[in-house]
């Protein structure tokens, strides 16, 4: 219960952040509560497509489903409030709390059922990371593919910790809360300092 309550609350923030992404742009209710939607389940949805699992997770139990939905509707009438505040600020905030808890749940549950750890931490990484694309997309906003900002990176070392932290026989629950709270920190650090892949591992 308290693990179905905590991905409720990723799928909230990341259906918000994706409708207050697109609160200028003039978009009907139901284009909006499409794009919360697709960003709020498109990283689980990707994930069980991966692993073959029996049916999708919101297919399963259509709390996801609805949660999704209901979070971009109230959404759609809390946007022209939310505009008032440091919108960007907000989409970070409530984007680096998705990415955190989702990613890091998704590789504790893989890691207990005895996934290697690089599949947990990719499936867990795919989650977190994959809406938040899809929204940018959808948003006309720039992806993590589009520029040199570390997003993937925080989510991934953040996996790893808590990996890391079960190896040494650390308390799951507390490993879970320390890397959670390390990637929301992390992620955090990065936007406000702007930090940004050194020349040297860019393309060229």
Same mark, same amino acid.
């Given at each position: ?24 742009? $003039?978009?009907?209710?139901? +284009?909006?509560? !499409?794009?919360?939607?697709? =960003? @709020? ?7 069980? #497509? ?47 709390? $998705?990415?955190?808890?989702? +990613?890091?749940? !998704?590789?504790?549950?893989? =890691? @207990? ?7 947990? #931490? ?83």
């Amino acid at each position: 219960m308290f693990i179905h309550s905590i991905e409720i609350i990723c799928i909230i923030a990341f259906a918000l952040s994706a409708v207050i992404s697109e609160s200028n742009k $003039g978009k009907d209710i139901v +284009s909006i509560m !499409v794009i919360g939607w697709v =960003t @709020a389940l498109g990283g689980g949805t990707v994930r069980d #497509i991966i692993l073959s699992t029996n049916q999708v997770f919101w297919i399963r139990d259509p709390s996801y489903f609805w949660t999704a939905l209901l979070s971009s509707f109230i959404g759609f009438f809390l946007a022209p409030h939310l505009r008032q505040e440091k919108v960007e600020r907000l989409i970070v905030t409530l984007d680096a709390i $998705g990415i955190s808890m989702f +990613s890091v749940l !998704v590789t504790k549950s893989l =890691t @207990a059922q005895h996934y290697a750890p690089y599949v947990a #931490i990719t499936m867990g990484m795919i989650t977190a990371v994959f809406g938040g694309v899809l929204r940018d997309i959808l948003t006309n906003r720039p992806t993590m593919f589009n520029n040199t900002e570390f997003y993937a990176s925080p989510v991934i070392i953040g996996c790893y910790l808590y990996i890391l932290q079960t190896e040494h026989h650390i308390n799951p629950d507390i490993a879970t809360l320390s890397s959670i709270i390390f990637i929301i920190v992390l992620r955090m650090y990065i936007v406000i300092k702007k930090k940004t892949f050194p020349d040297f591992l860019l393309l060229k």
